[in-house]
């Protein structure tokens, strides 16, 4: 085993619920011994799915299991409309069948999808259990994996089911993402691109000055770091701000108000959550231009740096405003019954408004290409 040869370290500081996420290539192998460091029983439960089981299962369980762990694991079909109550229920049974204890540990072993739902399971399994996260994505390492929002999807909506809960540690070896799919990558782009809106005016300007954002070769291991570290930093000060987003954690949601209705409203098969994310980045720019919080440059620079990424920036014509509209009505910051955004407001800037018109919202929504009949989906 190599000695481990940390990157970078983010605190997430939650006083007693305060963790480490650490950044380190080629760590994988150490994932035990950075477990033996935090206290837990003797029983872990790896959860993961198949593609990532078949890639990176047998060394993160070897890692383990040399650390003096019982190791034992279960897999979940890869995909968003696996995020269900009964794949947790699968889980719960897992967790049954093995004994597992108040001190027994969760790891999850995958991107955003297996994270979310390993929490939950965690969260909730004899009211609470070990979790650790070891997210292989780059969506799940700059942001699924860090500050506790876990849960699954409803049929009528995105994350309506869930708990806050926050992992023991979070363990990120960026050469896992060597294995990812390009696609997958621009979608973890799409979120890190959100931080420099949202956040980190000097990392949205590092993106601009790459010359290629659109997979993970073209990245140098310098820029990768930053990707990395910065984007964990913006989501630890945020989090650690408003653990459970009485206010400014609603920040994070920048682009999701849209975004996650047009992800149900595609039934989680043709678009991924970064890919509607970035759409949903795109809505709020525009609304933020026709209201006049933002200039149109600023909006343009958005949506450049989500271009060169390879990311889509339209709504597809499958999709109707109508159906937006009534979406819109299910997503958690409805207070008062009216739809809050966030709205950019400077690189590196946004507030939280209900205070959009609706027709403006049609507008832009038909605008950027949704269809003005109902889809029937
Ligand atoms: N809890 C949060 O704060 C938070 C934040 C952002 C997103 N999310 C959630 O995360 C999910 C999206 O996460 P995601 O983009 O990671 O999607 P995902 O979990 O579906 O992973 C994407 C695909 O990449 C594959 N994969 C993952 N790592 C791999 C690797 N190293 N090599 C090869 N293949 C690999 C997976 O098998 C999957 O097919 C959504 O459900 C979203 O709601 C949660
Ligand atoms: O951590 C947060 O807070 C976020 O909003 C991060 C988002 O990127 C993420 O997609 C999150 O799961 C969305 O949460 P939700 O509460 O809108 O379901
Ligand atoms: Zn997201």
Redesign the pocket.
């Known amino acids: 085993m190599n000695e481990l040869v940390l990157q970078s370290t983010v605190n997430v500081d939650l006083g007693p619920l305060s963790y480490q996420i650490a950044i380190a290539p080629n760590s994988l192998e150490n994932l035990g011994s950075l477990l033996a460091d935090l206290n837990l029983g003797k029983k872990i439960l790896v959860v993961s ?1 198949p ?2 089981a078949d ?2 299962g047998e060394r993160a369980i070897a890692s383990l299991s040399a650390a003096g762990f019982s190791v034992s694991s279960h897999l979940i079909p ?3 409309r696996y ?1 269900t109550l009964d794949s947790i229920q699968t889980l719960y049974d897992k967790a049954l069948e093995q004994r597992l204890e108040r001190s027994s540990t969760l790891v999850a072993l ?7 739902m390993t ?1 939950f399971a965690a969260a909730t399994w004899l009211r609470g259990i070990n979790f650790v996260q070891v ?3 780059l ?2 390492m700059v ?2 994996s ?2 506790g ?2 849960g699954v ?1 409803h049929p009528q909506g ?2 309506l089911i869930g708990a806050f809960y926050q992992p023991r540690l979070v363990h990120i070896d960026p050469e ?2 060597k ?3 390009e696609r ?1 990558f621009r ?2 782009m799409a ?1 890190v691109i959100k931080y420099g809106v949202i956040w980190d005016n000097d990392l949205f300007v590092r993106l601009e000055g790459a010359t290629a954002l659109n997979s993970f070769l073209a990245i140098d291991p310098e820029l990768l770091n930053i990707i990395l570290t910065r984007s964990c930093q913006a989501k630890a000060e945020v989090v650690s701000q408003d653990e459970k987003e009485s206010g400014v954690r609603a920040i ?1 949601n920048y682009g999701h108000t849209i975004g996650h209705a047009i992800e149900s409203l595609t039934g989680y098969e043709t678009i ?3 890919e509607a994310v970035a759409i949903g980045m795109v809505a709020a720019s525009e609304i933020a231009v026709r209201l006049g919080l933002w200039d149109r440059e600023c909006g343009d620079r958005q949506l450049a740096l989500l271009q060169k990424t390879g990311l889509p920036t339209q709504i597809p014509a499958s999709v109707s405003v109508e159906d937006i509209l009534d979406t819109l009505q299910t997503d958690k910051k409805v207070k008062a019954g009216r739809v809050r955004f966030i709205l950019p407001t400077g690189i590196g800037e946004v507030k939280i408004t209900d205070a959009v018109p609706n027709d403006t919202l049609r507008d832009v929504l038909a605008d950027l290409g949704a269809s003005n009949s109902n889809s029937g989906y």
């Open positions: 799915n593609i990532v890639y990176y890869a995909g968003e995020k995958g991107g955003g999808v297996i994270g979310d929490g997210p292989t994505s969506l799940a942001d699924a860090v500050g929002k876990t999807n995105k994350n896992v993402l294995t990812l799919p997958e979608a973890g979120e994070l991924n959550h970064g």
